[in-house]
């Protein structure tokens, strides 16, 4: 079936630096494949999709391209801001499967100032 | 824009009591709702896939007999957790979905149970 992996439960970075979160996905199908990201006290909101394998989506400096190859969808920013720090989930579309979102684990991003 | 509220933003119930939490979309047609739990270790679990004009989808450890769902119209939705046990702590999630393949999220319902 599919399934979505984030290895990385925490990253903790410094303002500035990279962040890369890495994310990789089993599927039969092609789903669309999402960034959402979750701040205190509030429901996931889309960072950004991709629909079409091997195309990139980005949105706010944030980066990820759906790479049917490698089967992943790794998210980077050049230079984060204390705003970024948030929990981000790489998201598989199950629509047909009848799963709606398939929601990774999740990464708590921490950038201090 | 596309908004979801969900009501209350918390609650509190003692053991073996039932609860019912709402959801609306605002500035778009729900044709489809999906209800989630988020965990306190932040994960999610699928509950159960509302669309219109099917039969609402429970997926496996949930059921209608607990959690029934309803889905009456393009903008509402409402699921009710019978006799709620500690088990069923966490946050309830709304997911509203337009036909595309973006679900929009309201801020959840946080249940704690006594």
């Known amino acids: 079936g599919n399934s979505v992996t984030q290895m990385q439960g925490q990253v903790t970075l410094s303002e500035e630096e990279f962040l890369f979160i890495n994310c990789t996905y089993s599927?039969?199908?092609?789903?669309?494949l999402f960034w959402y990201v979750q701040y205190p006290g509030e429901g996931p909101q889309l960072l950004l999709k991709?629909?079409?394998?091997?195309n990139k989506g980005s949105s706010r400096g944030f980066e990820a391209t759906y790479d049917k190859g490698t089967t992943s969808f790794h998210l980077q920013k050049a230079s984060v801001q204390e705003s970024d720090s948030a929990v981000y989930y790489c998201?598989?579309?199950?629509?047909?499967?009848?799963?709606?979102?398939?929601f990774g684990t999740g990464t708590t991003v921490s950038v201090s100032p | 824009g596309a908004l979801v509220y969900q009501y209350p933003r918390r609650t509190i119930c003692k053991s073996g009591t039932s609860m019912r939490m709402e959801c609306q979309a605002v500035?778009?047609?729900?044709?489809?709702v999906a209800w989630y739990r988020q965990s306190p270790q932040k994960t999610f679990e699928l509950i159960a896939l509302?669309?219109?004009?099917?039969?609402?989808?429970?997926e496996q450890n949930f059921t209608q007999e607990k959690f029934p769902i309803s889905h009456p119209n393009l903008s509402f939705s409402s699921m009710t957790v019978l006799n709620a046990y500690l088990e069923d702590r966490g946050l309830y999630l709304c997911?509203?979905?337009?036909?595309?393949?973006?679900?929009?999220f309201g801020p959840g319902t946080r249940l704690l149970v006594l």
């Open positions: 998201v598989l579309g199950d629509y047909q499967g009848g799963r709606a979102l398939i």
């Open positions: 997911g509203a979905r337009d036909g595309g393949d973006t679900q929009y």
């Open positions: 991709v629909t079409t394998a091997n």
């Open positions: 599927t039969t199908g092609y789903p669309t």
């Open positions: 509302s669309t219109v004009n099917s039969a609402i989808k429970y």
């Open positions: 500035g778009f047609q729900a044709t489809s």
